[in-house]
């Protein structure tokens, strides 16, 4: 039996050591005295009208293989990776690990995690002109030839 790491801040199930978990990317959520974990991405959706972010996606990590050190210092042993957020419109809607695979393989460069919420916001735009450019042609079905392209 696995033991258990910490509470879901959300629905308070046990996420044991070693478990799969997510964070929230508002460094507000994850202050050593809040520090807010969950054990579902749909529970970390559960706080989000309650701390009214502006701008956040769900973190996945690795809870630490033994359990936290009295003083509350947080293992710093972490794979982090952004997924998307449901609902918001800050959802990231690129595939992190491709595009960062993308950059490396033309570059060799790294890829901080803040260009993801950036690019989202930018193939949004893009979406949003595609969509109109569909109304326009009176149609509900985005085709490729309403995407912009310069
Ligand atoms: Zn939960
Ligand atoms: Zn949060």
Redesign the pocket.
């Known amino acids: 039996m696995a033991e258990r790491w910490r509470r879901c801040s959300a629905c308070k199930n046990d996420i044991e050591l070693g478990a799969i978990h997510w964070v ?1 990317s ?1 460094s507000t ?1 994850n202050r050593a005295r809040t520090a ?1 974990v969950f054990c579902s991405v749909d529970c970390w959706e559960i ?1 989000l009208p309650t ?1 009214r ?1 502006r701008e ?1 996606w769900a973190i996945e990590e690795r809870a630490p293989l033994e359990p936290d050190p009295p003083q509350g210092t947080r293992s710093k042993r972490k794979t982090r990776k952004t997924v998307g957020a449901a609902g918001e419109a800050g959802e990231i809607l690129v595939v992190a690990s491709r595009l960062k695979a993308y950059i490396r393989g033309v570059s060799g460069y790294n890829t901080s995690d803040s260009v993801l919420p950036v690019l989202s916001t930018a193939l949004r735009k893009i979406c949003n002109e595609s969509v109109a450019n569909a109304r326009r042609a009176e149609r509900q079905t985005v085709m490729d030839r309403d995407v912009p392209r310069d």
């Open positions: 929230c508002v959520c807010l706080h701390e972010h956040a």
